[in-house]
DNA sequence: CGTACTAGTCTTTTT
DNA sequence: GACTAGTACG
């Protein structure tokens, strides 16, 4: 079959266009993956393009391997030599063979958000940063988005003229970098910068790459930034024949630098662009697609589109409101069991989608107590867990010395009793003589400093050299089962009486198994490449329609995916819109939201149920939320459901459960003597209080029912007593108050706690808050 | 040098 | 609630 006559006119229109800039803007559902297959089968059947000089750039690897193997279906072969990878794989690639021209070794080392804290802090300590006020995590976090805008060290530094904090800010910037080089290891940000730093410096690089890739797509175009735009730019700039496939409705990566404008704006910069609109739904019903489009109406400054399908208008949304997340949970699981019990649906065919991922938890307690197959998608990365971290961090001492992050994290891991002292003397040494860390080690009689530490110094570094000495000769899978063996690192686990150690056996046994799988997949494996494989690998790629199970994942990690059933959780005002979004002055904020509640409900093929809590735990505090923004702006003529009105709650809800406040009165004030929080403390565990939060607890005797309700009285007692002895506040509980960011509301309690006195306040417009006094500033009205 | 405990912070999203 | 950095002690 012609690969054309599968499209339709719209589609058709977009896979003919080979020639010059193309925008193709696809709705979600739109079959934008068909498109871009079909048209890179057309070049190459119909055209006679060689595949050698096709490129596609998609987001995850994931669909990646997806759009190759839908290429390979209709070409047969000829299609593994198309370039089918991500941005980052991509970057890696290129800089492997040519990164020696900006004065890297071509074995650098990826450095992942964990090993950037590690050398962050470092560098914090040495420049005497208060981290205080600018964290680990904020710096990088400017870092970051500097790159993103492609701003090097120097420039960041001329901008902060006159600015003696972002001066600073420079400052670590200029170091960190200096770190990375002198570690001979780049982070994510870098992959990109310093492969448009390549093109840039060196033409000839440019130009041979230029001369491959003669047609270049990108998938996912509303998610790329400034630096990414720039690679791209370049890439196409001599031949221009360039095909951006994407939906300003979907992006949803600001946080992470994307820009949106690079789709609003390709046609201003590529004035002779071909502009195609794909609103054509294949995915969803009518319902569905009607619920979509009516919520992302509501945002301002987009490009005018509505999908719509030839499909029924199928069943209403579901909604539903719960008194706790609890009662979500367990709802959405007793649902999925009964439709797979009737035989309705299968496993694989439903998906939870929340806005964070500590949300997953209490889902997934369900599904283990229901018995029902499920996976949870990010979270804590697999390679991320410290057991793994460990292991790779041998695999990068041995295939890349310089990596002094690699190095610290397993030079006394297992314990080989070698202390923080004798490491910074080390680390001195390495920095007096301008050399690595692991050269320092090697060195260790040299150092004056360490004296009889050195001996212990030295059975690791030779484990490291015959290590080394193997790596020609063996397999990956010998290697690293020779590690695990020679540094007694899983007997040293077992040993340990630590409580997952099991699970962290289990986790290496895993590492090996993806070793093995690597080799075997692979035509020439190396170390180098194995690291390289593992960090570029997002969650999301294990995943395979093979495995009939519940899928868990966040909203963003759904981009691109679709499900029979969809369930949208946690639909409240406060966590969906976020809580940030919400009280940031930037109105666009809460648009990225809506952005990403449209890519959730157009995830959904068939049905889609909406739920909320009407209280929930988050961090260890029970918040009160109004119904999500977002479900309000669905007419309600496709809910199953009303919306309840109520915008304040009803009076039956305690703001606080009596328990709670028994509880935090209880720990804050000592009324048993000066051994104060203490003892208090104590006798809480011994009671058996110190799990759960909710009222939801059984009495296990009488006694402990009399104990705990002697403490309700006690604590009230004193919290009353410190309600009118206390004039300092200048409000108490009744009082309407007013908060600079929340508004007007009542105050509901007044606790003292260890430091400040901590206020609950009922906001008419932001709900219940608990704050700190001395931090919210609080005036009575 | 290593461990055990405490206090403080935190997350919204990720290649 | 969970994780981490910092501290006191053996």
């Not at 990878?85 to 021209?101: E, K, P, Q, W």
């Not at 460990?390 to 080989?416: E, M, Q, S």
Request: hydrophobic share 35%.
């Amino acid at each position: 079959m012609n690969v054309i006559d599968m499209l339709n006119e719209k589609q058709r229109e977009a896979a003919l266009q080979i020639e010059g800039p193309v925008l193709i803007l696809a709705g979600a559902g739109s079959g934008k993956t068909r498109v871009l297959t079909n048209r890179a089968a057309y070049m190459i059947q119909k055209k006679g393009i060689n595949p050698w000089n096709i490129m596609a750039i998609t987001f995850t690897n994931k669909a990646a391997g997806e759009m190759r193997a839908r290429i390979d279906d209709i070409v047969g072969n000829g299609s593994e030599s198309i370039w089918v990878s991500t941005f980052h794989s991509t970057c890696v690639r290129i800089l492997r063979r040519y990164i020696d021209r900006l004065g890297f070794d071509t074995n650098f080392t990826i450095y992942d958000t964990d090993d950037q804290k590690t050398v962050m802090k470092e560098i914090c300590k040495r420049l005497q940063i208060d981290t205080k006020q600018l964290s680990d995590r904020k710096l990088l976090n400017m870092i970051s988005h500097a790159k993103d805008e492609l701003i090097s060290p120097t420039e960041f530094e001329l901008n902060a003229m006159g600015d003696y904090g972002k001066k600073r800010v420079a400052e670590v910037y200029k170091e960190y970098q200096s770190v990375l080089r002198r570690s001979n290891a780049l982070d994510f940000d870098d992959l990109i910068v310093k492969t448009v730093e390549l093109f840039k410096q060196c033409p000839d690089v440019l130009e041979s790459y230029q001369n491959r890739f003669l047609y270049i797509m990108v998938d996912e175009y509303q998610d790329t930034n400034t630096v990414q735009f720039e690679l791209i730019r370049l890439l196409a700039a001599k031949n221009r024949n360039l095909c951006v496939v994407g939906d300003d409705d979907q992006s949803i990566y600001k946080f992470r630098g994307a820009n949106i404008r690079n789709i609003l704006d390709f046609e201003k910069i590529y004035a002779d662009a071909k502009v195609v609109k794909l609103e054509q739904n294949y995915r969803s019903t009518q319902s569905v697609l009607d619920a979509a489009n009516a919520v992302i109406s509501n945002n301002r400054g987009r490009k005018d589109k509505a999908l719509w399908t030839d499909k029924g208008l199928g069943e209403r949304l579901h909604f539903k409101q719960f008194e706790s997340a609890y009662d979500e949970a367990e709802f959405i699981v007793d649902d999925i069991a009964g439709k797979c019990r009737k035989g309705l649906v299968e496993y694989k065919d439903c998906a939870i989608l929340y806005r964070t991922n500590a949300q997953a938890r209490l889902l997934e307690e369900k599904f283990i107590i229901a018995g029902i197959p499920y996976d949870v998608v990010g979270g804590t990365n697999f390679y991320a867990r410290r057991e793994i971290k460990d292991l790779l961090a041998y695999l990068k001492t041995i295939d890349n010395g310089r990596d002094d992050v690699a190095v610290r994290r397993i030079v006394n891991v297992p314990k080989r009793g070698i202390g923080a002292t004798t490491l910074n003397r080390v680390q001195e040494y390495a920095t007096e003589h301008e050399i690595s860390f692991y050269e320092a080690l090697r060195q260790a009689e040299q150092i004056s400093t360490i004296g009889r530490s050195a001996v212990k110094l030295q059975p690791f570094v030779n484990l490291i050299q015959m290590f080394r000495s193997k790596v020609p000769h063996v397999k990956l899978q010998e290697l690293l089962n020779d590690i695990i063996e020679k540094t007694d690192y899983i007997a040293s686990l077992e040993a340990s009486d630590e409580e997952d150690a099991k699970s962290r056996i289990e986790n290496i046994d895993e590492l090996i198994s993806k070793v093995v799988a690597y080799e075997e997949s692979t035509e020439e494996p190396t170390l180098s490449s194995f690291l390289e494989e593992v960090a570029l690998v997002a969650d999301i790629d294990r995943i395979s329609e093979s495995d009939n199970k519940v899928l868990l994942m966040t909203l963003h990690s759904a981009k691109g995916l679709e499900f029979s059933h969809v369930y949208l959780v946690g639909m409240e005002d406060g966590l969906f819109p976020s809580y940030m979004t919400i009280t940031a002055e930037d109105p666009m904020e809460v648009e990225e939201e809506r952005r990403l509640c449209y890519v959730g409900i157009t995830r959904a093929k068939e049905y889609l149920t909406l739920t909320c809590a009407k209280q929930r735990m988050i961090r260890g505090e029970t918040q009160y939320n109004a119904v999500s923004r977002f479900v309000r702006e669905i007419p309600t003529a496709l809910l199953d459901a009303k919306i309840p009105v109520s915008k304040t709650r009803p009076d039956d809800i305690p703001d606080v459960t009596t328990y709670q406040e028994a509880r935090r009165t209880f720990r804050a004030k000592p009324f048993y003597g000066e051994t104060a929080t203490k003892s208090a403390m104590t006798e809480d565990k011994q009671n058996g209080f110190s799990r759960g939060a909710t009222g939801s607890r059984t009495y296990g005797s009488a006694e402990e029912a009399m104990s705990f309700a002697a403490m309700i009285r006690k604590g009230s007692e004193i919290a009353e007593k410190h309600n009118d002895g206390e004039g300092g506040l200048g409000y108490e509980v009744g009082d309407t108050v007013n908060h600079i960011k929340f508004g007007k509301g009542i105050v509901k309690g007044i606790v003292n706690g260890s430091r400040d006195y901590e206020v609950t306040v009922d906001f008419t417009n932001a709900g219940v808050k608990k704050m700190f006094a001395n931090f919210a500033k609080l005036k009575k009205v």
